[in-house]
């Protein structure tokens, strides 16, 4: 899965405008949009979706699912949580 907000960040660290991600994933650039409009994680049919990370992967990019750490356990770029929202206060491990 990814979001929204991690399509956007991929996006400006290639330096890509929405027209150059569209072709680099073979996909129309209104479809990148409503991608990167969407509320939360990006919703669209599985083939498009493939293409947009198949994309993303092979520019270099690497999405970092929450709570995971990088392959290479190097930095990575991912979105603080919200203040005074960590895990362990919601109970989580």
């Not at 979001?3 to 650039?29: F, I, P």
């Amino acid at each position: 899965m990814i979001t929204a907000a991690q399509l956007r960040a991929a996006r400006a660290l290639l330096g890509a405008d929405q027209r150059k991600l569209a072709e680099l994933s073979g996909l129309s650039v209104p479809t990148i949009q409503r991608m990167e409009a969407s509320g939360g994680v990006v919703r669209g049919n599985v083939d498009s979706l493939m293409k947009l990370i198949d994309a993303l992967d092979s520019a270099g990019i690497e999405l970092i699912a929450e709570g995971a750490l990088s392959r290479g356990g190097g930095r990575g770029v991912r979105l603080k949580s919200p203040a005074g929202t960590r895990a362990d206060d919601e109970g989580g491990t």
